[in-house]
């Protein structure tokens, strides 16, 4: 049905820089707010970043000021740009999506919450 990819996450040393990169598959009609949450061991998950459609963002206090989202409609792509990173932001982090898309000529389309597998960062010196 869709599909969504995350890379660039690994290891970074304190005050570093990684980009992680979500891609969308599949029969899509239409995306709605593409995310990223991360899950630290022993916390609960937590919303990192927002975009939406039109390009308006949210962020975690956690992270504003060193995370940067940012989407390509043409692409099914949302990016993360994380800056400044802290032992703290070390997480399993995950990109999300409402889309729309194509199920069948019976049941035609449908509105689903999709997530990727998640891609671990760790920041250590």
């Known amino acids: 049905q869709v599909q969504l990819v995350e890379s660039g996450g690994g290891l970074v040393q304190p005050g570093g820089s990684l980009r992680l990169s979500c891609a969308a598959s599949g029969r899509l009609v239409s995306i709605h707010s593409m995310s990223w949450y991360r899950k630290a061991p022993g916390k609960e998950r937590e919303l990192v970043a927002a975009?939406?459609?039109?390009?308006?963002?949210n962020y975690s206090d956690s992270v504003k000021g060193r995370f940067t989202i940012s989407r390509d409609n043409a692409k099914n792509t949302v990016d993360l740009q994380m800056n400044s990173l802290k032992p703290e932001d070390t997480a399993v982090y995950f990109c999300?999506?409402?889309?729309?898309?194509?199920?069948?000529?019976?049941?035609?389309?449908?509105?689903?919450?999709?997530w990727g597998q998640g891609t671990l960062v760790t920041v250590s010196s």
């Open positions: 999300s999506a409402g889309v729309n898309y194509f199920k069948s000529l019976v049941e035609g389309y449908r509105y689903l919450e999709v």
């Open positions: 975009c939406a459609t039109g390009g308006t963002t």
